[in-house]
């Protein structure tokens, strides 16, 4: 099947039925205009194309000309071991193309080596660069922002992520939350709800009126703005000179207002951050990563790579230029984590790059669709947690050539070995249970000669599974889903052939 050009009436509902449910027509008409790139296609880059892919936009194009490198494998779920040596963008898109009929994939081309640039650039709606050297971000971030093109930078070493939005100096957010806008009864005036029945505005929300006694001119009026008062109770303002005296009645519906969200540029916002918090138990943490993945891209511009797994020195060099960076703020700084930082900085795990993959695409339908609240504007995560207590040695994380170099960065060799003897039994295959597999596949995990998987799952797949359980393609409707997922991770990784077994038993 081609791809279309998408309008209202050509939306197949049958395809994006859950997705219409959260969006609706016209954010996904939106969507449909909308021209996405993606700059680096490695684990993150491919996570976040398969998501955007699978939600439906115009079109999508990728910019990565350099080699397919073995190591490349343990996270990029599109490539094969018989796409090394070949160009990265080249050798996902056709695996990418299948996801969607709807939504034409492209290779912007270029040759090992070549680096994006703006004139490369123009043309697209949003342009999303990950694991990009910093000057290089500055560089596109600065034309975008003076363009009012949608800006997402990301990256991921080892068990930490960042992620930061630039939709321009104007971005309207015609939705900032999604819901249903909320109605409620009044009595005795116009700011007190009916049996004390929570309003649940806030303030700085625009309500209308219909069905008030005495004050006509209220019925129907143009959005008028909200000061809450309390949870039952809340002001619009003068109503003096309002014709009429109020008798009783009336009902309030929340009228939904477009928001105007002034994004700083990269450049400006490195000097003044606004972080985005995901862990309020770790509310010194941002700051400290926003030192220390500039002093990561630092270092690899001066050494011409990035810190060897483990190494003190390595480390070293990087929280010296953290703390540079820091300045006078060089004292706040968690010297442990910016070392553990530069300690991963080789490492790539594919559960990572799930989780900042899934948001900062969703970050991307945001800007595209112009529905629910962007983030603002720096996002830094990281799942130390996951160390075990002892961690690995310089050697035990040395690279071995091997699809899983990427995680042995972090974990080390002996702990690869373990999960590949792991004993594994998953409940479902539908989109969380198909990324679990993924992330399985990809880890290696009951890749060795004691390892097994058992997955079940009674259903077998129908067309709207196809939207988001990207295991499937339409060949294989009707066909049970465990089978299907099983084959699909087993393509993924041959490592794993004969280790899934897919069963239809109810649990």
């Not at 050509?10 to 219409?20: F, M």
Request: charged content about 25%.
């Amino acid at each position: 099947m081609s791809a279309i050009e998408i309008d209202e009436a050509q939306i197949d509902e049958g395809l994006y039925s859950r997705q219409l449910y959260v969006l609706g027509h016209e954010a996904m008409k939106r969507m449909a205009a909308s021209n996405v790139l993606i700059v680096g296609v490695k684990g993150l880059g491919v996570e976040i194309a398969k998501n955007i892919v699978l939600a439906g936009v115009k079109s999508v194009t990728l910019f990565d000309p350099e080699p397919v490198q073995v190591q490349d494998l343990g996270t990029q779920f599109f490539l094969r071991e018989s796409d090394v040596g070949k160009p990265r963008a080249a050798a996902t898109l056709p695996r990418l193309a299948e996801l969607n009929a709807y939504v034409p994939v492209k290779d912007l081309g270029g040759s090992p080596g070549q680096e994006i640039t703006v004139d490369l650039i123009k043309g697209f709606q949003v342009v999303i660069l990950t694991d990009a050297p910093l000057s290089k971000q500055l560089e596109i971030n600065d034309w975008t922002h003076a363009n009012d093109v949608h800006f997402i930078s990301a990256e991921t070493r080892g068990l930490f992520g960042s992620a930061f939005n630039d939709f321009g100096p104007k971005f309207t957010c015609i939705d900032a939350t999604g819901e249903q806008p909320l109605t409620g009864m009044d009595k005795d005036g116009i700011v007190t709800c009916l049996d004390e029945t929570r309003h649940g505005l806030e303030d700085g929300n625009f309500v209308t009126f219909s069905e008030v006694k005495g004050l006509d001119e209220l019925n129907g009026c143009e959005p008028l703005k909200v000061t809450v008062k309390g949870p039952y109770t809340f002001s619009i303002g003068d109503t003096s000179n309002l014709k009429g005296d109020y008798v009783s009645g009336g009902i309030f519906t929340q009228v939904k207002m477009p928001k105007i969200i002034e994004f700083k540029s990269l450049r400006e916002s490195l000097k003044s951050p606004e972080y985005f918090m995901t862990d309020f138990a770790k509310f010194d943490r941002p700051a400290t990563l926003h030192a220390g993945f500039q002093a990561i891209s630092a270092f690899k511009e001066k050494s011409g790579h990035l810190p060897k797994p483990r190494n003190a020195a390595d480390a070293e060099a990087v929280l010296a230029l953290a703390k540079e960076i820091a300045g006078s703020d060089a004292e706040d700084l968690n010297t442990k984590v910016i070392e553990e930082l530069a300690y991963q900085a080789t490492g790539d795990l594919s559960p990572v790059n799930a989780v900042i993959g899934g948001f900062v695409a969703q970050e991307a339908l945001k800007a595209v669709s112009a529905k629910f609240h962007p983030m603002l504007q720096h996002l830094y995560f990281d799942s130390l947690e996951s160390l075990p207590k002892e961690t690995p040695s310089e050697q035990d994380a040395a690279p071995q050539q091997s699809r899983y170099d990427g995680q042995i960065a972090v974990f080390g060799s002996s702990f690869q070995r373990k999960i590949a003897d792991h004993r594994q039994f998953l409940v479902g295959s539908g989109a969380i249970g198909c990324e679990m597999l993924k992330n399985w596949s990809l880890m290696g995990l009951a890749s060795g000669d004691k390892g097994i998987i058992h997955v079940t799952d009674l259903d077998t797949i129908e067309k709207s599974n196809l939207n988001r359980q990207f295991l499937f393609r339409a060949k294989d409707l009707g066909k049970f889903k465990s089978e299907q997922a099983a084959a699909a991770v087993i393509d993924m990784n041959p490592d794993l052939t004969g280790k899934i077994l897919s069963h239809q038993d109810a649990v």
